[in-house]
């Protein structure tokens, strides 16, 4: 999938820390400011405990996006509304692996439809539950924070699971990007870095960084090489 090749790093702020009145501009100033793709986070209140936005409003960020969308759900039955993120122009669709009976149904879905398919696990969760699913998506999520909530605190932990992931990928020649989100600035991304990462979602420090987005977004590219 060419969106997942054309750059060694990739920044994708998660709009969960932007202004949602003015959502529309607050895309076209993080694009301008830098940012590769836009991070939509989908939470159903049940499968995280949280509510955000749903499918048309993922048709609202996209209308106005120049970078590709980059949905996570965090929803139960995940499989009964593929069709509608597709639909409503997601370029990268990330389903849990957690309590997901037809994983491998709705991954194989994914990819059929056109679109880079992921998978992403939680803190809490054995890193061996995404082996089985490595060689059907294009990117894994490695969640660095419980999932459901912006601004909370890195765990360490995960570091080990982004090492696993990248060896995996690297002995079998999957060529896997490794997404992670969650308490991501500039000292966490350059360890999860250092382990294996190579895409990052980050709200509060890029949306919230006292000197402006580009900053935000440059310190989290930090101490990367030259692309
Ligand atoms: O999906 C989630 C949380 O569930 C994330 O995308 C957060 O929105 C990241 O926020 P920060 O930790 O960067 O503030």
Not at 50 to 78: F, Q, R, Y
Not at 165 to 172: G, L
Request: negative net charge; glycine residues 8%.
């Amino acid at each position: 999938m060419t969106i997942m090749k054309t750059k060694k790093e990739i920044i994708s702020p998660s709009l969960l820390a932007a202004d949602f009145m003015q959502i529309g501009n607050e895309i076209r100033n993080v694009t301008a400011a830098g940012a590769d793709w836009i991070h939509a986070d989908v939470m159903d209140g049940v499968f995280v405990p949280n509510i955000t936005i749903g499918n048309p409003v993922v048709e609202a960020i996209k209308s106005v996006s120049s970078v590709p969308i980059d949905v996570h759900l965090m929803i139960v039955h995940p499989e009964n509304h593929i069709q509608k993120f597709i639909k409503a122009g997601a370029d990268i669709l990330t389903v849990h692996c957690e309590n997901n009976a037809n994983i491998f149904y709705t991954l194989m879905e994914i990819r059929q439809s056109g679109i880079s398919p992921a998978v992403a696990i939680n803190p809490g969760t054995p890193v061996t539950m995404v082996e089985p699913l490595l060689s059907l998506v294009d990117m894994v999520l490695v969640m660095t924070v419980n999932p459901g909530f912006g601004g909370q605190k890195f765990i360490p932990d995960s570091l080990q699971k982004i090492m696993q992931i990248r060896k995996w990928s690297d002995e079998r020649n999957l060529d896997l990007r490794i997404q992670v989100d969650g308490g991501i600035n500039e000292k966490t991304a350059r360890q999860c870095r250092e382990a294996g990462a190579d895409v990052f979602v980050a709200g509060t420090s890029i949306f919230k960084y006292p000197q402006g987005y580009a900053a935000g977004i440059k310190a989290i590219r930090g101490s990367s090489v030259a692309e």
